[in-house]
């Protein structure tokens, strides 16, 4: 951080040069840019050696590609992990630290989607739910805070959703999703006086394989873009950039926030829309 005069302190880097991070769910489907493809290729542009980490182990190795040949490439590293199960989240600490000595950052960013209400769930959907979108990120925190206890802190971005701000008929989801709010900021405090900043991103609809190989219409997404006040699609990149900063030692005086980055998305769209803004 540059001493500079009168308050007006800047930092001198991101703060991200040489550190290292781990992002769940880094992977997406062909060469499309899924919001931790993104978040992955981003941190390795400006330094950071990322673990990339996806139960489907070409998908996390197609990430790894892209940043080796982009720009000035970077280092990562792909990590096969079920990020449901504790002995894969411990696997894949010990992998970054094994590989990179070190780990300074985590983007929990592994989620699931889900449609209808309580009466149409099932028990078992909306357990599986649960467990994706919510232990998922407890599990690859509980195993992340002790390594970056012993570089003296870290920062942690939790994937959050806009549905669980405005529900609009993916109950589960959005119950899911409030909750990875709930646990951010239980975690900031917690994990504040140790120098572990802990944030939530909060994406409104974003074009990324989760959502187009689910099929949508080409109705279907421009009524997502429409819906937004800026009346553009988001793309995983958008989602990439914020998680980047919240990382970055730009954000150094935030924890605990959600940052919702949407378009506008959850201050114009209706409630209810049958075409589904999805995610
Ligand atoms: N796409 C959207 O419109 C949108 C909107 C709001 C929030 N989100 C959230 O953003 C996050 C990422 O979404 P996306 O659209 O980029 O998803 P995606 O499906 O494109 O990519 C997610 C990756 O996670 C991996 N994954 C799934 N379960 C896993 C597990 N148990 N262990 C390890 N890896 C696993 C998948 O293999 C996939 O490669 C999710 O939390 C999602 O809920 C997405």
Redesign the pocket.
């Known amino acids: 951080m540059a001493q500079g005069q009168a308050g007006f302190d800047v930092p001198d880097s991101w703060g991200l040069t040489g550190k290292v991070a781990i992002v769940?769910?880094?992977?997406?489907?062909g060469d499309?840019i899924?919001?931790?493809?993104?978040s992955a290729i981003l941190l390795a542009r400006a330094g950071t050696r990322v673990v990339v980490?996806?139960?489907?182990l070409a998908?996390?190795k197609r990430t790894v590609e892209l940043i080796e040949a982009g720009d000035g490439g970077g280092e990562a590293l792909a990590f096969q992990?079920?990020?449901?199960r504790g002995s894969?989240c411990a696997a894949m600490v010990e992998a970054a630290l094994d590989r990179f000595g070190r780990l300074d950052f985590l983007d929990n960013?592994?989620?699931?989607?889900s449609r209808g209400s309580v009466v149409d769930e099932s028990e078992e959907s909306w357990r599986r739910l649960m467990t994706?979108?919510v232990d998922?990120m407890f599990l690859a925190a509980k195993h992340a805070i002790p390594a970056m206890r012993r570089v003296g802190g870290g920062a942690i971005v939790n994937?959050?959703?806009?549905?669980a701000l405005r529900p609009r008929g993916l109950t589960a989801?959005s119950v899911s999703?409030g909750a990875v709010i709930a646990l951010t900021r239980a975690m900031a405090v917690d994990h504040g006086p140790e120098g572990i900043r802990v944030n939530c991103v909060?994406?409104?609809?974003?074009?990324?394989?989760?959502?187009y190989?689910r099929g949508m219409s080409p109705a279907s997404r421009d009524q997502r873009r429409k819906a937004s006040a800026l009346g553009i699609e988001?793309t995983?990149w958008d989602?990439g950039h914020a998680v980047r900063f919240l990382l970055s030692d730009f954000a150094r005086y935030i924890t605990g926030h959600t940052l919702v980055v949407d378009g506008g998305t959850t201050l114009t769209a209706p409630a209810r829309d049958a075409g589904g803004s999805?995610?």
């Open positions: 769940t769910g880094g992977g997406a489907a499309g899924g919001n931790g493809r993104a980490v996806d139960r489907d998908l996390a992990a079920d990020v449901t894969d960013n592994v989620g699931i989607g994706v979108n998922t994937v959050s959703s806009i549905s989801y999703k909060a994406p409104g609809p974003v074009y990324t394989p989760m959502v190989q988001g995983g989602i999805g995610g």
